[in-house]
């Protein structure tokens, strides 16, 4: 299948700062990397939100038939306190704190995102690298950085210097920084830090006699700076130039534009041709944040355990709702914006439920062929998941009209648009479809509300023989009614 041809994708690239026409370097082939965890602490929705769009952006590409090699990475050492070369390696504190191994932070956190993203239904990436599984590559790559004189020791660690690569390069690329403004709008050096410049960042740091999680390399036993890890795993599996790199907003600067910096001083080689960056989540307006108490966890959130949301929401509504936004605009979560999803959700599944009932006919008065296009339009220009969605629900109008016997299809485009359909809701947008099972205990319920009413008025008449048989019936079904003042109720 090489549909790719046919597609013409739009993407926006970070580096650019426009949509670029996607032109694979290998013709068929998609190179992904996206930076994963630092497994120090339950995931975070803002995260789930980065790493869905992601999610779809492969799926979406895996669908036109490319063959895709997405890899993101778990780190699991090197990434410090405040994301600075300063302060504790955030696995070794969160450890400390517990009282147990850094490793056991590492596997209980894992555990967590894996199980977390899997209930959100996500596919696995082609391959999971972690940092301390790559220690050697960092440790290669460090030495080649030094060796092209882009690197300096002191005291056992090692330190990019940004100053000296900006002179043959452009630090601040992706960013839109300039080195000027950097040096401008940092305070100087305390004279605590080995560092010659504060913009300069650590390639290696010497462990402190504290620190459990060091390695033995040429310049001390220690440990590798976080900008590293994602270097080196990205080249070894993608190659020193590859297709896409994809994070959150936040990781734009230092960490992506370190890793641009890393790659050029290492492999005379810029490392990416699209950079993709999802937006921030918020939550009721402001930035989520655990200290002010503006904060909701995935679970909380699918449980109904929690202060915020009126009721649990299902991790296909969550996902619903995220898709309804561009991954590059800002997404507030909100009870009410949930509420409207979950709506929204249930009128799309009720519709795709429909579907294997509608009765084709001689002719069609929708043009299939055209909406179809339309829905892969919307995901070539830059994934574009809210104008598909309108889309889609274009399709479930023409569906329940269909249905009521306003419109009408024929066999073969009734197969179409259920192809269509099911490509675009379940492989791409990777929804499930959980609210039938719901829907129909609703049904149910109002089945059984509608049987008491009519024992009640059973009743009012003195036709006792009716109401017993109801009753009995219904108990039968292992449905029991409970007479009471207030009235009856049920239990399943
Ligand atoms: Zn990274």
């Known amino acids: 299948m090489q549909l790719y041809n046919q ?16 032109k694979t370097i290998t013709d068929g082939y998609v190179g992904m990397y996206v930076c994963g965890p630092t497994v120090y602490s339950n995931v975070h929705l803002g995260n789930v939100r980065t790493f869905m769009s992601f999610d779809v952006i492969f799926r979406y590409l895996k669908h036109l038939g490319y063959k895709v090699r997405y890899v993101r990475n778990i780190t699991d050492a090197g990434h410090l306190e405040n994301d600075a070369d300063v302060g504790e390696d955030k696995i070794t504190k969160k450890a400390r704190l ?36 790559h220690i050697i590559e960092q440790i290669e790559l460090i030495q080649t950085i030094i060796d092209n004189g882009f690197a300096y020791i002191v005291n056992g660690s090692v330190y990019f210097d940004v100053h000296k690569y900006n002179e043959s390069n452009e630090y601040g690329i992706l960013s839109k920084r300039k080195l000027e403004d950097l040096i401008h709008n940092t305070r100087a050096l305390d004279g605590q830090s080995d560092k010659k410049n504060p913009q300069d960042f650590a390639l290696w740091k010497k462990a402190e006699p504290t620190h459990i999680m060091r390695w033995p390399s040429p310049w001390s036993d220690g440990f590798p700076g976080w900008h ?80 915020i949301m009126s009721k649990a929401y299902k991790p296909s509504v969550v996902r619903f709702f995220m898709m309804q936004a561009s991954y590059r605009s800002v997404l507030d979560l909100t009870d009410a914006g949930l509420q409207a999803s979950e ?66 299809i024929t066999a073969t485009d009734l197969e179409l648009l259920k192809n269509t359909i099911n490509t675009f809701v379940f492989d791409v947008l990777g929804l499930e479809n959980v609210a039938k099972e719901d829907n129909s205990s609703t049904k149910l319920s109002g089945a059984v509300e509608l ?42």
Not at 7 to 22: D, V
Not at 280 to 298: A, D, F, Q, V
Not at 346 to 366: I, K, Q, W
């Open 228 to 307: 590293l890890e994602c270097t080196a795993m990205s080249t070894k599996y993608l190659g020193d130039y590859f297709d896409i790199h994809g994070g959150g907003m936040d990781l734009k600067f230092p960490h992506h534009e370190c890793e641009i910096a890393q790659n050029q001083a290492a492999k005379k080689q810029t490392p990416v041709k699209y950079w993709m960056h999802a937006n921030m989540l918020e939550l009721n307006g402001t930035r989520m944040s655990k200290s002010t108490g503006n904060y909701i966890n995935p679970a909380e959130l699918l449980s109904g355990n929690n202060d």
């Open 7 to 22: 597609q013409n994708i739009q993407i926006y690239n970070t580096l650019s700062g426009e949509k670029e026409a996607f």
């Open 98 to 133: 517990e009282a147990i191994e850094p490793m056991e932070i590492v596997q209980r956190y894992t555990v967590d995102f894996h199980n977390v993203l899997h209930t959100f239904n996500f596919l696995p990436p082609s391959i999971e690298p972690t940092a301390t599984g």
């Open 451 to 492: 049987l008491i009413k009519l024992r009640q008025e059973a009743r009012a008449n003195k036709n006792f023989a009716l109401s017993d048989q109801i009753r009995n019936e219904l108990t039968e079904l292992g449905i029991q009614l409970n007479d009471s003042q207030e009235g009856t109720s049920f239990t399943f």
């Open 343 to 408: 709506k929204g959700f249930n009128r799309l599944m009720d519709a795709v439920n429909l579907l294997n009932n509608l009765e084709p006919a001689n002719t069609s008065t929708h043009a299939i062929s055209n909406w179809k296009q339309s829905c892969y339009k919307a995901m070539n220009d830059d994934f574009n998941t809210p104008i598909l969605i309108a889309n889609l629900f274009e399709a479930v109008k023409y569906i329940n009209q269909i249905h009521d016997g306003s419109a009408t």
